[in-house]
Nanobody
Framework: QLQACGGGLVQAGGSLRLSCAASGRTFTIANMGWFRQAPGKEREFVAAVIWSGSSTTYADSVKGRVTISRDNAKNTVYLQIDSLTPEDTAVYYC?????????????????WGQGTEVTVSS
């Protein structure tokens, strides 16, 4: 089970840190990822981190503004988003997969959190 939180309303240029707490069969997780879905758009990959390591992967559209990290002791993954713009407005979802390949694709993720909404005002 994944529980995401940390979304909210923020002004452009601000920052947010989203959290995703995992529970249950966390030993099966290979990668944790964050995706987002803006109104009227398809869900897109944002970032992913290897659950038991430190390797990270970012979408080109957010590279340099987004940092994904994890705290295995707390079974939690974080997504720090800086220099927010209205284009970052979306529902952000965390997800877990047992796979190490194709982690930019939502289809490989087995478990999804409920989503946390981020709204950036101009």
């Amino acid at each position: 089970q994944l529980q995401a939180c940390g979304g909210g309303l923020v002004q452009a240029g601000g920052s947010l840190r989203l959290s995703c707490a995992a529970s249950g069969r966390t030993f099966t997780i290979a990668n944790m990822g964050w995706f987002r879905q803006a109104p009227g758009k398809e869900r897109e990959f944002v970032a992913a981190v290897i659950w038991s390591g430190s390797s990270t992967t970012y979408a080109d559209s957010v590279k340099g503004r987004v940092t994904i990290s994890r705290d295995n002791a707390k079974n939690t993954v974080y997504l720090q988003i800086d220099s927010l713009t209205p284009e970052d407005t979306a529902v952000y979802y965390c997800a877990a997969t047992k796979w190490y390949q194709s982690i930019r694709s939502s289809s490989v993720y087995d478990y999804w959190g409920q989503g946390t909404e981020v709204t950036v005002s101009s």
